[in-house]
């Protein structure tokens, strides 16, 4: 039971290169998101999907994109990477796009650092 | 918009003494309300979960919460912690009713000493 995988666990990056980190699910889960986690800030919301196809902003979504092609998998794109985007990226997924009593489930993060 | 304020960045007790984590939040509506554990270089586990009826919660792990809608608090207990329970925890909060988003506070990170 794999639940939420994150790929890469780690990733060293230079300013203004791209990447993706990926995120899938398992469990036919149809809300997913992103987060970042900085110390002293707790989690904080990028990008947020309700179903195939749907995609939202969270409270902080400039210089990230994602995109929802499948009920499984949900990539968010890191368009030219800045030092303020050091961080730790959680993907989490729940059951029901429209229950907000579910709770998430969450991948083991990313661990990103720019140079 | 809801907010959620985590009183105490960080939590040092002995092993086997009780220990309580203290969570307000902030919202104009009624809410659902979490709490979750994060171990070291893991993701966040649910531990528990308010939502309605019973305002005494209890999760995983011996943990449990007590909802005060009065003082706007959901603050987490643990009667005897192990070291096992040295992590960081999350209150969340979200407004009840359809999916909105959910409001994580700043986390206070649990030091059981043996």
């Known amino acids: 039971n794999a639940g939420v995988t994150q790929t890469p666990k780690f990733q060293v990056l230079k300013t203004g290169q791209s990447m993706t980190l990926q995120c899938a699910q398992d469990?036919?889960?149809?809300?997913m998101s992103w987060y970042r986690q900085d110390p002293g800030m707790g989690l904080r919301l990028i990008h947020y999907?309700?179903?195939?196809?749907?995609?939202d902003q969270g409270e902080v979504p400039n210089g990230y994109n994602v995109s929802r092609s499948t009920t499984e998998d949900f990539p968010l794109r890191l368009l030219s990477a800045a030092p303020s985007q050091t961080s730790v990226y959680f993907c989490?997924?729940?059951?029901?796009?429209?229950?907000?009593?579910?709770?998430?489930?969450f991948g083991d993060g990313t661990r990103l650092s720019i140079l | 918009a809801q907010s959620v304020t985590q009183l105490d960045s960080q939590v040092p007790v002995f092993e086997e003494a009780p220990v309580e984590l203290r969570c307000n939040y902030s919202?104009?509506?009624?809410?659902?309300l979490f709490w979750y554990v994060q171990y070291p270089n893991q993701g966040l586990q649910l531990l528990l979960k308010?939502?309605?009826?019973?305002?005494l919660v209890k999760g995983i792990n011996g943990f449990e919460a007590e909802f005060n809608k009065s003082q706007t608090s959901f603050h987490l207990r643990k009667p005897s912690v192990h070291i096992s329970d040295t992590a960081e925890y999350f209150c969340?909060?979200?407004?009840?009713?359809?999916?909105?988003?959910?409001?994580f506070g700043t986390g206070t990170k649990l030091q059981v000493i043996p």
């Open positions: 919202s104009s509506v009624s809410v659902y």
């Open positions: 469990m036919n889960h149809e809300y």
């Open positions: 308010y939502l309605s009826g019973s305002t």
């Open positions: 969340a909060v979200t407004p009840s009713g359809g999916y909105q988003k959910v409001t």
């Open positions: 989490a997924s729940s059951r029901d796009r429209g229950l907000s009593n579910q709770p998430q489930h």
């Open positions: 999907s309700v179903g195939a196809g749907i995609t």
